[in-house]
């Protein structure tokens, strides 16, 4: 999975796109990280909650 971001920067006089910059990068580690932080939180209130006890 990528995030795309960019921005046209120059047109010519019919408004159509002549020049555009922006990044691209990809995001699959950020979301399996997120994914795997979600299945591990229940488990980790869990033990936070006998640990307080």
Request: net charge negative; proline share 2%.
């Amino acid at each position: 999975m990528f995030a795309v971001n960019g921005t046209v920067v120059r047109r010519d006089t019919l408004g159509n796109h002549l020049r555009i910059i922006g990044t691209q990068f990809e995001v699959d580690h950020v979301k399996e990280a997120e994914k795997n932080i979600e299945h591990s939180e229940p488990n980790l209130r869990h033990c936070s909650t006998v640990l307080m006890t």
